[in-house]
C-alpha cells in the first residue's frame, strides 16, 4: 500500500520559513516513508514424488513488502533541527490553523525513523483537533500502517476497519478493506511461524470468508489447505482445496490445489480417488511442470489400491506422454513388472521389448528385461521361444564387464526359470503301463529331471541369498514330483498276487528313494541353512512343511502292501496249527514292509522334533508308528495264544502230555520275544516322543502278560514234576524212582526259570514298560516264595493269646515239681473240652472266650454219663519271640485253686464260692523271652467243674507284607495265601 503523504506548504510566518528551508536544504532526507502494497508470492514448482506415499509440499507465504527508509532509529542533525523548529512554531502558534499541518511533519519524521509510538500519538492529536478533516483520514491511515508495520495486526484490522466504516465508497473504502485482508493474511502467517497450525488455518480462510473477492483470497485458502496439512487433518485439507476450484476456477494456483487434493486424498488411503485426481491435473494441465508426477503418482495410487491392471496402463502410458522424463525408463519397466503381476504376460513382452528397444543402454535392467520377456512367452507355452530368449539373457549377462548386483539377482532368475521350464516339462511326461512306451517315457522324464536339477544347481552359483533358499527347495520339490510321477504311473490289469507286490515294492522303493534320501536331503539343506543364517521366508517354511510329510508319504506306500496281503487272506477260514503256518506265512511277507514303515515314520518324528515341526503328518507318524509296532506284537500275540490254547491231542497219556507242554514253551518263546520286541518297539518310541494313547496301555499290559504266562507256565509244570510226576505207564518201582528224581530236577530248573520270569515282569514294571493284573500276579507268586525279600517290612506289635486248647495236658496224681519247667509231663493226659455251664463270662474275657477245660472218666460232651476228676494239674509250654509289651492272664474256675508261671506263684484262690469270678493277673516281668511253663491246680467245687484260661501277650515284630506295584497300602497276609489267591487259569497247563 501507497502511504499518503500530505504535501508541504508555505507557511506565512517566519519561524514555518526557516522550517521549510531547512527541510528542502536536507532535500536528500526522506521524511515520510513510500509504502508499498503486499505482494503474493506465486507457487514454487514442486518436487517429483519418488513414490505414493510422498507428494509435492509447497510453502506459500505473504511476502512483506513494506519498504522501510534505511535510515538508523536516531534522527539525523537536519531532522532534530526540523522537530526542534515545528515544536517551537507550535508552542508560539498555539492558535494556528496550521497546527494540523506541523503535526503531520513531525509525525511523518517520526514514523520514517520509526519511532511508531510516538507518531501514533501525534497522528491522534491530529484526529483530536479535527475529526472529520482530510488530515484526519490519513492521520488514521497511518495510525493503521504504523500498527501494521509493528506486526500488531489485530490494531491495525481495528484501525481499518475504522476507516472502511467512515470512509466514502470509493477507492479509499476497497483500500481498507484490502488492507484488512492483508493484515489477517499476514496474522495468519504469524501463527504460521509460530508452529500454531490450527490458528493459522483459521484466520487464513477467514479471509476468503470475508473478503471473497480479495485478490489474495485463492492464496489464503490454499495456505489454509498447507496448515491444515501441516496437522494431518487430511479432510479439512481437501475442503480448503476444493473450495479454491469451486470459486476460483481461474486461478492460477488450481494444477497445484489438485495436486495437493491428491496428495491428502492418499493420505486417507483413497487409493483411486487420489489417483483420478492426479489424473485431472494432467488432463487439465499436460504442459504444466507437475503433470509427469502427477501422473507418476496416478500410477502408485492405481497399485496401492490394488488396480493393477490401471496402474501399469498409467505408467506405460507416462513413458509415452513424457518419454523426455527422467523417470520413464523405471515408470515402462514399472509397468511391465506389474503385468507380470497380474498374469498379463502377452502385455509383459509388449513393454519389456519396448524398454530393450527404447533403453537398451541400460545396463542395470536389461538383463531383467530379457528374462521377463523369457518368462512372459514361458506363461504363454511358448516353451522353445522362453528358452532362446532366456539363453539371450543370459548371453547378455556373460558380457557384462562388472554385471551389477541387480543383474546378477536377475540372470539367477532366468536360470531358475530355465530350471522351472523342464521342472514342468518333466511332471507333463506319463509313464504307462505298456512296457515299451514305459521305458521311454521313464528315459524322457530321467533327462528332463537332469536338465533341471542342472539349471538349479547353477542358480545355486550365483550365492544370492533368496534365490539359495527359493532353489533349494525347488530341488526337493522336483524330486518330489518325480517320485509322485513314478507312483502315479498306470498299473497293469489282471496281475497275479507275486507279480502286484512285486510291481508296488519297485514302486514303493524308488518313491522312497526319491523322497527321503533325494527331496528330504534338499529341504533338510534349505532348513540348515535358514537356522546358520537366521533367515525365514516362505521357501524356508516349504522346506519345513516337507520335513515330516515326505518320510511319511513314502512309510504309507509300504502299508499299502501291507493291506494288498491282508485283503488276500481275509477270506482264510483255517484253524489250529494251519492257521498258525498260514499267519506266519502272511506275517513273513508283511512284516519288511512295516519295518519299512516303522522305519520311515520314525524318521518323520525325528526330522519333526530335530527342527521343532510338530505339525500335522509328525502327529500321524505318532500315531502310526507306534501303532504298526503294537499290530506286529499283537501278530505274534495271537500266534503264541493259539499256540498254547490248541487243544493237546486226546491220545496222549500223562507222560506225553508233560513232555508235549514242555516242548510247547519252548516253540512259542520265539513267537512271544517277537511280540515282546514289538511291544517294546512301541513303547520305547512313544517314551522318546511323548506318545500316549491306547496302543501304548495295552502294550504294557500285553508285555506283562506274556511273561507271565510263560513263567506261570514253567512255576505249573514245577508243581506237576514235584507233586504228581507223570511218570510213564508200564515202569517198575525202580525205573519209578529214577523217574522221580529225574522230574525234582526238573522241577527245580522250570522252578527257577519261572520266578526269573516273574522277577523280569517287575523289572519291567519299573521301568514303565509292564503294567496291570498280570503284574500283580507276578508279585503275588514272587512274595508267596520270597516274602522278605519282595514285600514291605513294617515294624508292629503283634497280640498273641494263648487259650484253651490240644496244648494242655493235665493229670490227676500229685507230681513232684510239677510245676517246674523240669517236671516230665510226657505221660500226662490230653484236657478235655467239656460242656459244663459256668457262669457267663462272654464280656470279661477280651476277644473269643475260652473254652472249658477238664478231665474225667466217659464222654465229655455227655455230662450225664461224664465222671470228673475231683482235683488236677493242669501244664503247658508256650514260647514268647521276645520280651513282651505288656502281658496278662485272665482266668475262671471253678474251685480251689493256685497258678503258677516259670515255678512262680502268680495268684491262688482258697474260696469254695461257687461260680468262681473271672480275675485278672498282671503278668509283666513274669513272662520271659523264650519257652514259658503255666501251671494250675486246681480241686472240683462239688457239682461244678472247669477251667478257662487265657493268657494274652503283645510283642514288637517285623512283618513282611505284599504290596503289589501300583498299590496304595499292602495286601493282608491272608489274601495272598496260597489256598486263597487265585491266578488266572492257563489252557492245558493247570495241575
Known sequence: MIMYRKPIKLFTKHLFCIVVSTVFFFQ??????????????????????????????DKKSLQDTIEVDSAENHFSPAAKLVISACENYLDVNSESPKIAEVLTIMASLYYNARFFPKSRDIYQKIIELNPHSAQAMDAMRMIAQSFYEEKQFTEAQMWYRKISEIAPDGISKQEALARIAESIFKFAEMHEAENRYKEAAEQYERVALEFPDSRIADVALFNAGLAYEKQTEWTHAILSFQRIIQRYPSSKLIAKTQFRTARAQEKLLQWEVAAQTYLRVVAGFPENELAPAAMYNAGFCFENGEKFSEAAATFE????????????ADVLFRAGEIYGRIKDWESVSRVNKLFTQRFGNDQDRIIQAQCMIGIALYMQNKTDEALSQLGKALSTYSSLQEPSTMNSYYAAKTTFTIGEIYHDLMKKVTLSENRSSYKKSLKQKSSLLDFAVKAYVKTLQF?????????????????????TGIFMQERAQHLSLEDRISLELGIANAVEQYLVEKSLHYHEQNVKLSIKEKIEDKYVLQSRRKLTYLPYFAAENYLALVE????????????????????????????????????????????GSTYAEQDEYYKKSTKMVTGIAFTVGETYY?????????????????????????????????????????????LKISETYSIGDDNIKIARERIAELLFKRARCYDLLCLSAFNAPPYPPGINAAEQEEYKFRFEEIGLKFQEQAFDIYREVLAYEQKHYASGKYVTDAYVRLFQNFPDEIGVITDELVSTAISSGNQWKCTSDSVASWADFECNDSAWMQAHFTSEIMLDTSNTFSGSVPSTMWWGDGDPGQTSHYHPAEKLFFRRTFTVPAMPHESKLIFAGCGIYTIYLNGNLIGSDSSKTTPIPVKNYDLMGKVRSGKNIIAIKISSSGEQYGIKPLILYTTGAKTSYPKPPGYDKPLSLEEVRFDKYVFPKIANFEF
Open 564 to 607: 494288498i496281503i491282508k485283503n488276500v487272506n481275509k477270506s482264510d477260514k483255517q484253524e489250529g496249527f494251519a492257521l498258525i503256518a498260514k499267519r506266519l506265512q502272511m506275517y513273513q511277507k508283511i512284516a519288511p514292509f512295516q519295518e519299512k514303515a516303522i522305519d520311515l515314520f520314525l524318521k518323520s518324528l525325528e526330522m
Open 28 to 57: 536528500g532526507c526522506s521524511f515520510i516513508n513510500s509504502l508499498h502494497k503486499p505482494q503474493i508470492a506465486s507457487v514454487q514448482p514442486s518436487e517429483k514424488q519418488i513414490s505414493a506415499d510422498t507428494a509435492i509440499h
Open 463 to 483: 550365492k544370492i541369498l533368496e534365490w539359495t533358499t527359493r532353489t533349494v527347495c525347488q530341488l526337493g520339490q522336483l524330486h518330489e514330483d518325480f517320485a
Open 638 to 682: 495271537d500266534i503264541v495264544s493259539i499256540a498254547r490254547d490248541a487243544p493237546v491231542p486226546s491220545t496222549f497219556n500223562q507222560y506225553e502230555r508233560f513232555v508235549y507242554k514242555t516242548k510247547l514253551i519252548k516253540q512259542v518263546e520265539d513267537y512271544e520275544s517277537q511280540a515282546l520286541t514289538n511291544y517294546l518297539k512301541a
Open 317 to 328: 502410458k507416462m513413458a509415452s506422454l513424457f518419454p523426455d522424463s527422467e523417470d520413464a
